[in-house]
């Protein structure tokens, strides 16, 4: 465990940056380069197509707001997009000496049953500092249908006017899988991300109605990519409604 530690903190940059409140500091890290071990299992394992990696802004802060069904939508997004990406992870994962990994390779804690201000506050200095955050609005793993989507992605946007990227994420477990399970060797996986939108930086205070109609906007523009995707790649999302 040390050795592979002391590794990956090589491989890591660390950052420092003031959030919003001025009272302290942000520590945020990412790994420069993805593991090339973890890649090669995925390309081997699977069938990933991407596409619309030209749509995530080559530089500055951008959200990634993706369906969400399985396990394993998180680490694709990570190895598909163009940009290495923080994400928002649910604080039951820091447990234990998975714990360590995810705060390495700058994944954010967040509690998905109330408003997180520690989220926000580390979420808004990834987007300070120019760099990418990866969030999945449904707030739980499920069909993926994005029948629900939440506010948080749409205020973090209007609070930095970062772009906001929809991306679907399709075949990450099978239609009779579990949201705990990997899909089996060889199926086609698709990740695909959209043309950004762009909401205008609106100060403080940020009404609800204001932050409502920004989430419905892009609710609707992902519920479209998302169906864009089924009718273009032939995949289907999952039976299983069961999220988690």
Not at 56 to 67: F, K, T
Not at 98 to 118: F, K, Y
Not at 125 to 151: C, F, N, S
Not at 180 to 191: M, T
Request: contains cysteine; positive net charge.
């Amino acid at each position: 465990m040390t050795d592979s530690r002391s590794r990956l903190d090589r491989r890591s940059t660390e950052r420092r940056s003031t959030d919003r409140s001025g009272d302290r500091t942000v520590d945020t890290y990412w790994s420069d380069q993805r593991p090339p071990n973890v890649v090669g299992q995925v390309v081997r394992r699977w069938q990933v197509e991407v596409t619309g990696r030209h749509h995530v802004p080559r530089s500055g802060p951008v959200i990634l707001a993706s369906n969400h069904m399985a396990i394993l939508d998180g680490p694709m997004l990570i190895i598909c997009s163009p940009r290495t990406s923080h994400a928002l992870v649910k604080r039951e994962l820091f447990q234990g000496p998975q714990r360590w990994l995810l705060e390495a390779v700058g994944q954010i804690s967040v509690d998905r049953d109330e408003v997180d201000p520690r989220a926000v506050k580390r979420s808004l200095a990834v987007l300070g500092a120019g760099r990418a955050l990866a969030i999945y609005p449904e707030g739980k793993r499920g069909r993926g249908d994005l029948a629900t989507v939440k506010r948080g992605a749409a205020y973090l946007a209007l609070c930095t006017g970062a772009p906001v990227v929809p991306v679907a994420c399709l075949g990450t477990r099978s239609s009779v899988g579990t949201i705990e399970s990997l899909p089996p060797r060889g199926q086609r996986i698709a990740v695909s991300f959209a043309e950004p939108l762009q909401f205008p930086a609106t100060p403080w205070p940020r009404t609800r109605a204001s932050v409502g109609e920004a989430t419905e906007q892009l609710a609707s523009a992902m519920r479209t990519h998302l169906q864009e995707t089924l009718d273009r790649t032939g995949l289907a999302l999952p039976d299983s409604e069961r999220p988690t």
